[in-house]
Structures are given as C-alpha cells and as structure tokens.
C-alpha cells in the first residue's frame, strides 16, 4: 500500500529561501519569489519500499507511486511509462561506444512522448486537489498529452501554443476536441500569456500552479533506467533541454534512488543538450557562467524552443554538481542525428532526439563520455511528430511500372538469383 499524503508529502518548500508551504495548488515562494517543488518523507517512503516492491508493481510509471506526489491511487494516465531501454549496438559501433543504450519515449502511451508521464501525475494531482479544468502553454508534446488525458479524464481542457508549430502536433491537439489557442509569438510570449489567465481563472495549468506536482512525473525516466539496467546507475546520460526541468528530475530521481538505498553508489554525470538556435542554458555553461541570458528561438527543435527556460539555472547547477558537460548542435546536425539514430537502431525520433544524438556524438567526440562508459541518450519524443524536419533529408521512392523486368534492371539485381 503507498503511504498516504500526510505521511509520504511533507508539502512544498522553495528552493530558494527554503521556506514550506502545505501541498496545495502553488508554485512561487510569497516571501522570495523562488519556485517551489515536493517535499518527501523519506524515513516514511524507506520503510516501505524496496526493489522487490517496485517490481511487484503495474507495468507502467505508477510502480514508483511511493516517489510521486499523489494522495491515493492514479486516476489518469494509468498505461504511461516503462517504456524500452534499447540496447543501442548499431549506433554503439557507429559513435564508438561499448555500452550505449537509448531510453525510447517515442513509444510512450497514449501520445508518444515523455510528456505522457508528467501530464499522468500533473492531472492525476489536479483531480484530487478539486479541478475539473485543465490548461497549459506548450511547444507542441505537452498540448497533445494534456488534450488527450483530459479527454481520457473527462476534463474541460484549455491549450495554449505558439502559431508556428509543426502541422503534426497540431492535429495532435485537435482531435482531442480541447481549445485550442495559438498564439502570435513564442513560446515565451504563450506562457506569459497563461501565467496571466493562471491568476485569472480557477483552472489546473500543468506548467504554472501544478507545476511543483507536474514536473515530479519526469523522475520516472531514471528511475525505469536504474530498474532496467538491473538497478545500476549509468556512468552518462544525456537528456535534450528546453525548460531545464527534465535534466534536474532525472538528477533528482537518481539522487532519491541512492538516498533510498535502492542503488549502491552514484556516480552518473548527467549532460544537457539543446540546439544552437535556441541554447540559453549550454551557452552560460561554455561560458563558464552559473547564470544564463535569455535569447529568441530560431530552430528547427520547436519542442526545445524555450528562450527563458524557467530551471535553466537549477539545470547549471545539477550538471555541476555531478561532473556532467553541455553542448549544442545546428539545425543541420538535429537531422543528421535523426537520420543516424532511424538508420542504425530503427527508432525514428522527433527533433528533440537529434538534438539528443547529436550531442552525444560531440560529447563522445570530446573524450566526454568513453567507450566502455554505461551510457545512455533520452530520446523523448516521436519522429512523426516533425516530418517537416527531414522531408528535404530523405529523398523520393523509386518509381518503376509494375514489370519484373524493369525492377530488376532498375535494380541491377540477377534474374535467376534466388
């Protein structure tokens, strides 16, 4: 049985001033203006959970319950999670890495991408706290999960996008029937836009007053990594950046799995991607800067085009603290790294994921990440999502008439060849 809220959640405290809050629908400190996350009882959540319990578990996210900020059992999102960890030999051999393995949400359920975790606990914890409306802003991933587990929940659902996303996720938004706003601007401007209605109306937005809850789901992703390599930390593992919150969870999520005594030692150096066209966060730390400056999107990875990410700086510090790197890549590199990663391990990754590869190739590159290092590369999102990206990369089919003959010669195949 998972331990209740009151013995599980210690409530919110910021992570600035440290100051605690009860766990309510909140997300900025009233004394310093710091964003607040969960707090846990670990002593409670110790004597309860082992590997042996995790593993007894449903085969999905809601194994790790005991690490998620919930007050009974999951109501949305019960099929999220637990997705695969490939063993990457192909693309292993092409970058020269012994032990390479990519954690593979472009299968995640029901929206194909990691988003479908945050949104399960994010709304699963607006239920309980009384919303029956849901919103949020979004640069593409996040609009298509909330749309479609609140169609699932029965929730009124409001999302908020930029005008220019790719044609894919949009439709990925309106088959869900919510409303649908785009806005003139950036994702910036959208989510200016919804911290003001935030105040206006009474609505669960995922990314504003949910947040601290939200954001906690992204954990999931290292705690299926540590499970799935027989509960052992990586050596590396590299994670794409756009807000900076899901580099922080995973390091989090490690952190509370050594904390808890579910793996025996720590030493995984977690490393941030983003494209060039939008790098705020590997910019300040090339620079040698524990500060970042916010900059204007121009990138083909609209799903990490975040100029003003809101934990860049935590995202700084959690690469600091475990001796991890960051780079960047161009719009070029983003879908060569699509192109490597469909072409050696058949999993076609949205840009994200080419921001992904691309930098795990310079980081390998840059004698970073060794050859016999356990690595592993998070691809969070699906390549059908951005055709767009690659339509230029791919060239056209073949065209023949419907002749042995002319496929043969087209092909330069042996007739008798059997």
Same mark, same amino acid.
């Given at each position: 049985m998972a331990p209740t809220t009151t013995d599980k959640i210690k409530g919110l405290i910021c992570r600035e001033c440290g100051k605690t809050y009860p766990p309510v629908s909140?997300?900025?400190?009233?004394?310093?203006?710091? =964003?607040? &996350? !969960?707090? *846990?009882?670990?002593?409670?959540?110790?004597?309860?959970?082992?590997?042996?319990?995790?593993?007894?578990?449903?085969? +999905?996210?809601?194994?790790?319950?005991?690490?998620?900020?919930?007050?009974?059992? =999951? $109501?949305?999102?019960?099929?999220?999670?637990?997705t695969p960890l490939i063993r990457?030999?192909?693309?292993?051999?092409?970058?020269?890495?012994?032990?390479?393995? %990519?954690?593979?949400?472009?299968?995640?359920? =029901? @929206?194909? +991408?990691?988003?479908?975790?945050?949104?399960? #606990?994010?709304?699963?914890?607006?239920?309980?706290?009384?919303?029956?409306?849901?919103?949020?802003? +979004? @640069?593409?991933?996040?609009?298509? +999960?909330?749309?479609?587990?609140?169609?699932?929940?029965?929730?009124?659902c409001y999302v908020f996008i930029p005008h220019d996303l790719e044609a894919s996720?949009?439709?990925?938004?309106l088959v869900y029937r919510p409303n649908v706003v785009e806005v003139e601007g950036n994702y910036d401007d959208v989510n200016r836009l919804c911290s003001e209605i935030a105040g206006e109306r009474k609505w669960a937005f995922v990314n504003?007053? %949910?947040? =601290?809850? *939200?954001? &906690?789901?992204?954990k999931t992703l290292a705690y299926e990594v540590v499970e799935q390599l027989g509960w052992i930390a990586p050596d590396q593992i590299v994670i794409p950046m756009a807000s900076g919150s899901l580099l922080t969870k995973i390091w989090k999520g490690l952190n509370e799995f050594h904390k808890l005594g579910l793996i025996d030692g720590l030493t995984t150096k977690v490393h941030g991607a983003q494209a060039e066209g939008c790098s705020p966060i590997s910019a300040a730390y090339k620079q040698g800067r524990d500060f970042f400056k916010p900059v204007k999107p121009n990138t083909i990875a609209k799903s990490l085009a975040i100029g003003n990410p809101a934990d860049g700086y935590y995202a700084l510090k959690a690469t600091a603290e475990s001796g991890g790197a960051m780079d960047s890549v161009?719009? &070029?590199?983003? #879908?060569?790294?699509?192109m490597l990663l469909a072409q050696t391990e058949g999993v076609f990754a949205e840009t994200a994921g080419g921001v992904t590869i691309g930098v795990l190739k310079?980081?390998?590159?840059?004698? !970073?990440?060794?050859? @016999?290092?356990?690595? !592993?590369?998070?691809?969070?999102?699906?390549?059908?999502? $951005?055709?767009?990206?690659?339509?230029?990369? #791919?060239g056209r089919p073949t065209r023949i008439s419907p002749s042995l003959a002319q496929f043969l010669k087209t092909f330069n195949l042996d007739k008798h060849e059997r």
């Open positions: 909140l997300h900025v400190c009233d004394m310093c203006f710091g =964003p607040l &996350e !969960v707090q *846990y009882n670990y002593e409670a959540i110790k004597s309860r959970i082992s590997r042996k319990t995790i593993e007894a578990g449903p085969k +999905s996210l809601w194994r790790y319950i005991d690490l998620l900020p919930i007050q009974g059992e =999951p $109501t949305v999102g019960l099929y999220a999670g637990l990457a030999k192909n693309l292993g051999d092409e970058l020269g890495l012994d032990k390479l393995y %990519i954690k593979n949400d472009t299968v995640n359920h =029901p @929206t194909l +991408s990691f988003k479908d975790r945050v949104v399960s #606990v994010a709304l699963t914890r607006a239920l309980e706290l009384g919303y029956d409306t849901v919103a949020c802003a +979004s @640069t593409g991933n996040l609009a298509n +999960s909330v749309a479609a587990h609140a169609a699932a929940a029965k929730m009124q996720k949009v439709l990925g938004n504003v007053n %949910i947040r =601290p809850y *939200y954001a &906690e789901g992204s161009t719009d &070029e590199e983003i #879908v060569e790294g699509m310079k980081l390998v590159k840059q004698g !970073v990440i060794k050859r @016999t290092d356990t690595t !592993v590369a998070l691809i969070t999102g699906n390549g059908l999502k $951005t055709q767009e990206a690659v339509m230029h990369a #791919v």
